[in-house]
């Protein structure tokens, strides 16, 4: 029976998920571009969506390709499996250049803080 499960649950696992996000990401869309021919839109928000989902889906296609074709891999499953895993971290380490990209209060948020953190970090250098 894990013969025909494993295929089977790396289907659930592995595609469906990515599946709905991007049929859901294109329908926002075509929301979007719906909604924006009769009035003004954010777009801000849209494409905060639109990129998020975009990097998730392309961080998890080789950990998806890798499930696939685990069973006929040979002696560079081990490498290929760690890549997968280390690609992952993408979509972790993206959100934070997205977020500065495309939302302007985040953006003015992420400088006061850093412009924060240098000052006080120059004041306590003075002070050595």
């Known amino acids: 029976p894990w013969r025909y499960l494993k295929p089977l649950s790396s289907l659930l696992v ?3 998920p990515d599946t709905v996000i991007v049929v859901t990401t294109s ?3 075509l929301e979007a571009r719906r909604v924006a021919r009769g009035q003004s839109l954010k777009w801000q928000g849209v494409m905060t969506v639109v990129l998020t989902a975009v990097v998730y889906t392309a961080s998890v296609i080789p950990l998806t390709v890798y499930v696939f074709t685990e069973p006929y891999l040979g002696r560079g499953k081990a490498k290929f499996f760690r890549f997968s895993m280390k690609f ?5 380490v993206s959100n934070i250049f997205i977020y500065s990209l495309t939302v302007r209060s985040f ?3 992420m400088l ?3 412009r924060g953190a240098m000052t006080k ?3 306590h250098n003075r002070r050595l």
């Open 14 to 16: 592995g595609v469906l």
């Open 27 to 29: 329908l926002l869309l």
């Open 88 to 92: 992952l971290n993408i979509n972790n």
């Open 107 to 109: 953006r003015d948020f």
């Open 112 to 114: 006061s803080r850093i």
């Open 121 to 123: 970090e120059a004041i």
